[in-house]
């Protein structure tokens, strides 16, 4: 039986959340509650167990207690195969700083991506409602042999200020990525780029190296 590539899963799960505040006065986004005794964060950790990707980091800094207990409860895979879903919270590896951002979170863990030495390191917030098969995106991204793999789905232009889009080129190569905006009148130019209706949001799968 032919064996896949070696995984790693990111959680990006340390945002503050403050559009969904009072929701998220004593808990960080990802560890709201939804439809009972499920959090935000199940719907990723649920698309990639349903992969069979098990080696899970979910990234965690603001007011993580109830994420973090969460995860521990709800989330255990069989750590004799390796398998595992690990909450880790800001190290301050690089100095006494709390994560600037998404990208600074990595930055900040890069020793996490080389104790496993994956094949394939999957980038993936935790705030988000959605089903989807990240193996899709993986088999693709070994496919093109890709340098980084970037996943979205297109949102009407009124909904892009809440999110960070993308341009793209026949919608294989990435051309330019854009983060959040403050006003929607920021969008102008750049969803002209894209699309007179719909810009994208994302996620990742990149080569570790």
């Known amino acids: 039986m032919a064996v896949g590539p070696k995984v790693l899963v990111i959680i990006l799960a340390g ?3 403050k559009r969904l505040h ?5 808990r960080a986004k990802p560890a709201v509650p939804f439809g009972g005794s499920y959090r935000l964060v199940d ?8 992969a069979g990707f098990l080696q899970i980091i979910v990234l965690t800094q603001y007011k993580s207690h109830s994420l973090d207990r969460h995860i521990s409860q709800t989330w ?3 750590t004799m195969l390796g398998n595992y879903v690990a909450p880790v919270p800001a ?8 994560f600037a951002g998404s990208a ?45 793999t970037v996943a979205g789905i297109p949102v009407q232009r009124s909904e892009a200020s809440s999110f960070g889009i993308i341009e793209t080129h026949n919608m294989t190569e990435l051309v330019d990525a854009v983060g959040l905006f403050e006003d929607e009148s920021d969008l102008a ?10 810009v994208a949001v994302v996620a990742f799968a990149m080569d570790p190296t």
Not at 22 to 26: H, N, R, S, W
Not at 189 to 198: M, N, P, R
Request: a negative charge; aromatic letters at 10%; glycine letters at 8%.
């Open 15 to 17: 945002g503050e959340g």
């Open 189 to 198: 130019g750049v969803v002209a780029k894209v699309d007179e209706e719909e």
């Open 104 to 148: 600074d979170a990595i930055f900040q863990n890069l020793n996490l991506i080389s104790d496993e030495r994956p094949d394939v390191v999957c980038v993936f917030g935790a705030d988000h409602i959605y089903r989807m098969d990240p193996r899709q995106m993986v088999e693709r991204h070994l496919d093109l042999r890709a340098g980084v």
């Open 91 to 98: 190290q301050m590896r690089r100095g006494p700083y709390w």
């Open 22 to 26: 009072p929701l998220t006065k004593e």
């Open 43 to 50: 719907f990723v950790l649920s698309n990639f167990a349903n």
């Open 76 to 78: 255990r895979f069989s």
